[in-house]
């Protein structure tokens, strides 16, 4: 078994020792702490791997010491196991497991009893800390997998914006007078107007263009885990951190990082963000060293910072720098002029990638998408899109294969319902047939199928239990 560090508390010198060399003789590096009043300092200082409690101690017992570090996120995971004389019955026993320990061993114990109980307490620190590497690490690999998928998506199908309204012109106009700026950016818009694919435009066209473009949404990782994805760390740093990462702001440097969903940064994260933005440096999680970086951030949000900001949930000082050139996108109710050739775009990108011809809309089909709302804007458009393609067999789209969201669009009289298949049948049940044609069509794959049906997976989970679809896959 590895060496690990174990923090042994007790205000019984005696005991102190006797657990000291019990477990420097099985090749332990040991910690001992008389004054429970310093073991939690002592836990944050020292980062032990375990740590043996008595309970029965002056000014603060072993049980309260457990209630406080399960109860910080910052030593929640660490194993605890009580020695101690004082379970009378099994009510104790149980009181002490339930307040997070792992074990207990009550004294006078064996030697092999003590031995016994902390080795099967490490085996399992040691297996979740594997199983953590491993879901790292599987992580890194589906990263990296990603990252060679999107830069050969890149090569073959470069981001393109239709920008024939007047709207989106005065954005292009403005794209390229920054595009060769050294200044940071805001793209504000609604969910799904294309400020993906604007930062990566205006990546593409500025001096930095050879160099990385690294993307991060802020709003799919936790606190813990999106800090190290934005700036790395070192080995150690934290449990399953059994080798140093750089983070994403080294992988862009010298290039373009654009951070999505800028909104949803938690305010810890936005203090150290503010000081990569301003003196471009920072800190790897769990290191000393401070790294350089020369990047340029492009953020995007679909929330009011200035209102973030007045309610104290978004910093001001970060959101000036940040908002050096503020860029808007337009809804795509906005500028209509523009959803012809978008669906005209998309048709010919479905159409290619599920080895279709290339099919046409017919008047129709055109009307129907004219008179909808798109809440759900350009990336619902590109949903509704490939739905229909995958869906339609003929040449021609027509449009009862323009299935639309009518709980959430405004919806005008162009665009009225289609017909069910039988006048018997209510839009709940033309829904939930519809839902399970596209689960059959992707083989039980969930993320897929929101993906056709242009909703969030949340939303398909919720409408899966609602109309008791079961169905396997991820």
């Known amino acids: 078994m590895e060496r690990f560090t174990i923090l042994a508390a007790d205000d019984d010198a005696g005991q102190l020792a006797l657990a000291r060399d019990l477990l420097e003789n099985a090749g332990h590096r040991v910690l001992t702490e008389p004054d429970p009043r310093r073991v939690f300092e002592r836990i944050l200082a020292e980062d032990p791997d375990m740590v043996l409690l008595d309970v029965m101690m002056p000014h ?9 570090i399960k109860g910080d996120e910052r030593t929640r995971a660490l ?30 114990y064996e030697i092999d009893e003590l031995l016994a109980r902390v080795n099967a307490t490490l085996r399992t620190l ?16 589906q990263e990296e997998i990603t990252d060679l998928r999107e830069r050969l998506d890149e090569k073959r199908e470069a981001p393109s914006l239709v920008a024939g309204s007047a709207r989106m012109q005065t954005v292009m106009k403005l794209v390229q ?50 800090e190290s994805e934005l700036f790395g760390h070192e080995r150690g740093a934290f449990t399953g951190a059994v080798k140093a990462r750089e983070g994403r702001f080294e992988r862009a440097h010298g290039g373009t990082i654009f951070l999505d969903e800028i909104g949803e940064l938690p305010l810890d994260l936005q203090v150290k963000l503010l000081r990569v933005v301003q003196d471009m440096e920072f800190e790897r999680v769990g290191g000393d060293r401070t790294l350089k970086v020369d990047v340029r951030v492009i953020a995007a949000t679909n929330v009011d910072l200035e209102k973030a900001v007045s309610e104290g949930k978004f910093r001001r000082d970060l959101y000036y720098r940040l908002n050096v050139i503020p860029i808007r996108l337009p809804a795509l109710r906005e500028r209509p002029e523009d959803l012809a050739p978008l669906a005209a775009m998309f048709l010919e990108r479905f159409c290619a990638r599920n080895r279709k011809p290339v099919k046409t809309l017919s008047q129709a089909s055109m009307e129907r998408l004219l008179g909808y709302h798109w809440p759900g ?48 049948l209510s839009l709940d049940e033309l829904e939930r047939a519809h839902i399970t044609r596209v689960l059959d069509h992707t083989k039980g ?24 679809i079961q169905v396997g896959g991820e």
Not at 127 to 141: G, V
Request: charged share 25%; net charge neutral.
């Open 60 to 68: 603060i017992s072993g049980f309260d010491l457990c209630r406080q």
């Open 79 to 108: 194993p605890v196991i009580f020695v101690t004389a004082c379970y009378k019955d099994v009510k104790d026993k149980v009181f002490g497991l339930e307040l997070g320990a792992d074990d207990y061993v009550v004294k006078p």
């Open 126 to 141: 040691a297996l979740h800390r594997q199983l953590i590497a491993e879901s790292i690490e599987k992580a890194r690999l």
């Open 177 to 226: 007078s920054v595009a060769d700026a050294g200044a940071h950016l805001l793209i504000t818009g609604e969910t799904g107007t294309g400020k993906g694919a604007l930062a990566e435009l205006i990546h593409r066209q500025g001096s930095r263009s050879k160099a990385p473009y690294v993307k991060v949404d802020c709003s799919v990782l936790t606190p813990t885990l999106l």
């Open 377 to 424: 804007n350009i990336r619902e458009l590109e949903h509704v899109i490939e739905r229909a393609v995958i869906l339609t067999r003929e040449d021609c789209i027509p449009a009862d294969a323009i299935l639309l969201d009518f709980s959430v669009g405004v919806q005008t009289p162009a665009a009225s319902p289609m017909l069910p298949p039988s006048p018997t």
């Open 445 to 468: 794959n969930k993320k897929q199928a929101a993906e056709i049906l242009g909703i969030s997976r949340n939303t398909l989970y919720e409408k899966l239990k609602a109309y008791g």
